[in-house]
C-alpha cells in the first residue's frame, strides 16, 4: 500500500449528521418527508444530486430559480451547524491513524465530495497531514464516479492497486472498488457490506489487516 484516501464526512468527523439535518430542514420547507433510511442515499453523494434525490423521494419538481436557492439555502443552514466544530470533534483513531501511515511512508489522501473540506480540514486542524486534497470544487463527476480517487492516485503518482479507501458511504465504496482500490467501509450499514472489510469505527481499523489486503 502506497496510499491511504479518506473520504470526510461520516469518517474522520460526524459532519454526516449535519448534513442530514441540514437537509431535514429544506424537505420540511419543501414539504418533502425525509428519513434516516432516505438519508442513506444521500450520503457521499454532492449537493447538486443530492436534492434532486429529495426531489425524488418527494415527487416535488422546483424550477432552475428555486432549485439553485435550496442549494444555497441548505448551505447555509449546514455552515451555520458547523460554526462551533473544532478539533475537538474529530472522531477518536484519527491522529494515531494519521501519525501511524506516516511511520510506514504511506501518502496521505483526501477524497471528499464535499465543497466545504478544506474549511472543515483546517477548523480540525488536520490540513498539513494531507499529501494530497481532492474536494468537491475540483470534479466533475461526484461518487459514485471514481474520479475524486482517481486524481489523488494520479496527483500522488501511486498506482490504483496501491490505494485504499476509507468511507463510510455506499457511493463512496462503489467509487473506491470502480477505481481498483481497496474498499475499506467504516459503519454498520448493510449498504457497504460488498467493501474488502468494514470496520465500526475509525479507530477499530487494524492497520496490518488492511496491509495485508494488498498481500492477497
Ligand atoms: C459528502 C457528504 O461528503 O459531501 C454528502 O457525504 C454531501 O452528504 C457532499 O452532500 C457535498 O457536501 P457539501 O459540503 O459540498 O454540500
Ligand atoms: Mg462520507
Not at 419543501?30 to 428519513?35: H, M, N, Q
Not at 462551533?84 to 465530495?113: C, H, M, W, Y
Request: charged share 30%; aromatic share 8%; hydrophobic share 45%.
Amino acid at each position: 500500500m502506497k496510499a491511504f484516501l479518506f473520504d470526510l464526512d461520516g469518517v474522520l468527523v460526524d459532519t454526516a449528521n449535519y448534513h442530514f439535518l441540514a437537509w431535514s430542514k429544506v424537505c420540511d420547507a419543501l414539504e418533502i418527508s425525509f428519513s434516516k433510511i432516505d438519508n442513506e442515499r444521500l450520503k457521499g453523494i454532492d449537493r447538486r444530486n443530492s436534492l434532486r434525490i429529495l426531489l425524488k423521494i418527494g415527487n416535488k419538481e422546483l424550477n432552475e430559480n428555486d432549485f439553485e436557492y435550496w442549494l444555497v439555502e441548505k448551505n447555509k443552514v449546514y455552515l451555520e451547524m458547523i460554526k462551533q466544530l473544532d478539533r475537538t470533534a474529530l472522531f477518536n483513531g484519527v491522529i494515531p491513524l494519521f501519525e501511524k501511515l506516516k511511520e510506514k511512508n504511506i501518502k496521505i489522501g483526501l477524497g471528499s465530495a464535499s465543497k466545504n473540506a478544506k474549511l472543515i480540514l483546517s477548523r480540525l486542524e488536520i490540513t498539513d497531514y494531507f499529501d494530497c486534497i481532492v474536494d468537491g470544487n475540483m470534479t466533475t463527476q461526484g461518487k459514485p464516479d471514481p474520479q475524486v480517487f482517481l486524481l489523488n492516485a494520479s496527483r500522488l503518482g501511486v498506482n490504483v492497486e496501491e490505494c485504499a479507501v476509507l468511507e463510510d458511504s455506499k457511493a463512496g465504496i462503489d467509487a473506491a472498488i470502480t477505481a481498483n482500490m481497496k474498499a475499506i467501509g467504516i459503519g454498520s450499514d448493510q449498504s457497504i457490506k460488498h467493501a474488502d472489510v468494514v470496520y465500526q469505527a475509525i479507530e477499530n481499523i487494524e492497520l496490518d489487516a488492511v496491509l495485508e489486503l494488498f498481500e492477497e
